[in-house]
Each structure stands twice: as structure tokens, then as C-alpha cells.
């Protein structure tokens, strides 16, 4: 599926540059990509409107913060009706440890990716997502042991041609 939001190799390579270094100025962004710095500002601003750039953060080192767990939980809900797909993600926004939610095809409906202080901390947030009557029938859930890999940002090179 194709971006409706009209983009060149300028563009391209102004989103791949700020995926690695979103903090850089206007300056060394325009430098980097082979533009002066007032072309560049103007597509930066294009980008951010457009949408195509939704904001910008920080990654966070999570370990230097405490004791933490990462967990994937498969969920499948009981009934597939619009009303209650839209229930279950209104709902799965509300718990702050939901740091991602997938609907997804195959065995399941959906992938959350949940970030709890302790095993303990996410089992209570499952009982109470339980409790809450969001229209869970089941839920598989796996511990993260170690993180193999991360990559910041997405293979846009790959994406957009």
C-alpha cells in the first residue's frame, strides 16, 4: 500500500536521518542530506504536517531504571463484532504497562506488549483486565528473557521504493 503523502529522495532522506538522530539541528540535518538549511526546514515542516513525522522522543534505557519485565500476551477476545474489537482497544489504552497493541491475523486477535516493575505487577494488571470485562476469553503470555536486537526506526529505504 502506497503513502498518499507525496514524498522524494530528499524526503527520504531527511525521515531516515532524524529516525537516527532526532535531536540534530536544522544545520546539521540540511548538511547531512546535501540541502541548505531553509529548503530543508521547509520540507521538515511539510513532513511533520503531512503527518508523516509524528513527533519526536527519547529511548529510554529502561535497565538503568530498575527491575522491569517485558512481556508479550497473546489475547484472543470472545466475540468478533466491530463493537467489540473497538471495546477491547479503547480499553487496552487506559492500562499505562500497555506499551503496544497488534490486532493481528492467525490464532489469536491480539499482540500487546506490556512493560511491568515485576512479573508479580503484571499478573495483577492481567487479573484486573480479567475483571474489567474487556472481552477477553484467553491470553498467552511470554516472558522476555533478553533482547537480541532493537532497531531504532524502520527500514524506510526498503518501505519507500
Same mark, same amino acid.
Not at 537516527?20 to 540541502?35: H, P, T, Y
Not at 509524528?54 to 466491530?82: M, N, Q, W
Given at each position: 500500500?502506497?503513502?498518499?503523502?507525496? /514524498?522524494?529522495? /530528499?524526503?527520504?532522506?531527511?525521515?531516515?536521518?532524524?529516525?537516527?538522530?532526532?535531536?540534530?539541528?536544522?544545520?546539521?540535518?540540511?548538511?547531512?542530506?546535501?540541502?541548505?538549511?531553509?529548503?530543508?526546514?521547509?520540507? &521538515?515542516?511539510?513532513?511533520?504536517?503531512?503527518?508523516?513525522?509524528?513527533?519526536? =522522543?527519547?529511548?529510554?534505557?529502561?535497565?538503568?531504571?530498575?527491575?522491569?519485565?517485558?512481556? /508479550?500476551?497473546?489475547? &484472543?477476545?470472545?466475540?468478533?463484532?466491530?463493537?467489540?474489537?473497538?471495546?477491547?482497544?479503547?480499553?487496552?489504552?487506559?492500562?499505562?504497562?500497555?506499551?503496544?497493541?497488534?490486532?493481528?491475523? =492467525? @490464532?489469536?486477535?491480539?499482540?500487546?506488549?506490556?512493560?511491568?516493575? =515485576?512479573? @508479580?505487577?503484571?499478573?495483577?494488571?492481567?487479573?484486573?483486565?480479567?475483571?474489567?470485562?474487556? =472481552?477477553?476469553?484467553?491470553?498467552?503470555?511470554?516472558?522476555?528473557?533478553?533482547?537480541?536486537?532493537?532497531?531504532?526506526?524502520?527500514?524506510?529505504?526498503?518501505?519507500? &521504493?
Amino acid at each position: 500500500m502506497r503513502s498518499a503523502v507525496p /514524498f522524494d529522495r /530528499f524526503d527520504l532522506k531527511i525521515l531516515v536521518h532524524l529516525q537516527r538522530e532526532g535531536r540534530c539541528s536544522n544545520v546539521d540535518l540540511a548538511e547531512s542530506i546535501g540541502l541548505s538549511p531553509s529548503p530543508c526546514l521547509l520540507r &521538515t515542516k511539510r513532513l511533520e504536517e503531512t503527518g508523516l513525522i509524528r513527533g519526536y =522522543g527519547a529511548e529510554i534505557a529502561l535497565e538503568k531504571l530498575g527491575d522491569h519485565v517485558i512481556v /508479550f500476551s497473546e489475547v &484472543t477476545i470472545s466475540s468478533h463484532r466491530p463493537h467489540d474489537f473497538r471495546k477491547f482497544e479503547e480499553a487496552a489504552g487506559k492500562y499505562e504497562e500497555i506499551v503496544e497493541c497488534y490486532n493481528v491475523s =492467525g @490464532g489469536y486477535d491480539y499482540l500487546l506488549k506490556i512493560v511491568a516493575p =515485576g512479573v @508479580g505487577h503484571f499478573q495483577a494488571l492481567m487479573e484486573r483486565m480479567l475483571e474489567d470485562d474487556i =472481552g477477553i476469553e484467553r491470553f498467552a503470555s511470554r516472558i522476555v528473557l533478553r533482547q537480541s536486537l532493537a532497531r531504532r526506526g524502520y527500514p524506510l529505504r526498503i518501505i519507500a &521504493t
